[in-house]
Nanobody, 126 residues
């Protein structure tokens, strides 16, 4: 069973940067896609960045486009999320997931057995 563990969360000021990591117990390249999902306080989870592991194709939610970058390192079985120009509204718990995929028009779908990490907390505050 695949296990995903996120790290890299913390508290930063607006305009700052963070890099989140998600390490898989197996080979992340064997999944169909990988994603970062955010849950802001009092809100539902939303997919914010996804990557198709075979093609490397990426997709982003409008709220993070141009500021966040998703990437994968197959040798390290690790998924990353580089977050720049952080805003207070980026505050939330960030989860990584395998086989939870970005589709067209902002829709997300399951590509088989999903695996989720337990999340890492990001707080943006001055």
């Amino acid at each position: 069973e695949e296990v995903l563990v996120e790290s890299g969360g913390g508290s930063v000021q607006p305009g700052g940067s963070l890099r989140l990591s998600c390490v898989g117990s197996g080979s992340v390249s064997n999944t169909f896609c990988l994603a970062w999902i955010r849950q802001a306080p009092g809100k539902e989870r939303e997919g914010i960045a996804g990557i198709y592991t075979g093609s490397g194709s990426t997709m982003y939610a409008d709220s993070v486009k141009g500021r966040f970058t998703i990437s994968q390192d197959n040798a390290k079985n690790t998924l990353y999320l580089q977050m720049n120009s952080l805003k207070p509204e980026d505050t939330g718990t960030y989860y990584c997931a395998a086989n939870f995929c970005p589709g067209l028009s902002g829709k997300w779908y399951s590509a088989g057995m999903e695996t989720w990490g337990k999340g890492t907390l990001v707080t943006i505050s001055s």
